[in-house]
């Protein structure tokens, strides 16, 4: 079960920090991702992170604000976000792939679990 917080209402160029908490002993052996959802658009990957951590993934939209980040010992992922605009606005997912020829998820068919999602919304 993975559980997604953190999310919120924030200014244009404000930040927040996302966190995934899963349940269960088997969390590192899951690489993660986070996809989101804005209205009336398809869900699209935002970032990625290997089982480990040492390996990390983007979308060009968010390179170089977005940070994401695991912590294996507490089984929790971890999204930071600054510089945020408008478009950043919509339902941030947290996600798992648990097969072992997925490095890191970038696409939401290659994720076995789901958080229910958190809200951003960025206002101008």
């Known amino acids: 079960q993975l559980l997604e917080s953190g999310g919120g209402l924030v200014q244009a160029g404000g930040s927040l920090r996302l966190s995934c908490a899963a349940s269960?002993?088997?969390?590192?052996?899951?690489?993660m991702g986070w996809f989101r959802q804005a209205p009336g658009k398809e869900r699209e990957f935002v970032a990625g992170?290997?089982?480990?951590?040492?390996?990390?993934s983007y979308a060009e939209s968010v390179k170089g604000r977005f940070t994401i980040s695991r912590d294996n010992a507490k089984n929790t992922m971890f999204l930071q976000m600054n510089s945020l605009t408008r478009e950043d606005t919509a339902v941030y997912y947290c996600?798992?792939?648990?097969?072992?020829?997925?490095?890191?998820?970038?696409?939401?068919?290659?994720?076995?679990?789901w958080g229910q999602g958190t809200q951003v919304t960025v206002s101008s």
């Open positions: 992170i290997t089982r480990r951590g040492g390996g990390t």
């Open positions: 996600a798992a792939a648990g097969s072992a020829i997925v490095f890191l998820p970038t696409s939401p068919h290659e994720c076995d679990h």
């Open positions: 269960g002993r088997t969390f590192n052996t899951y690489s």
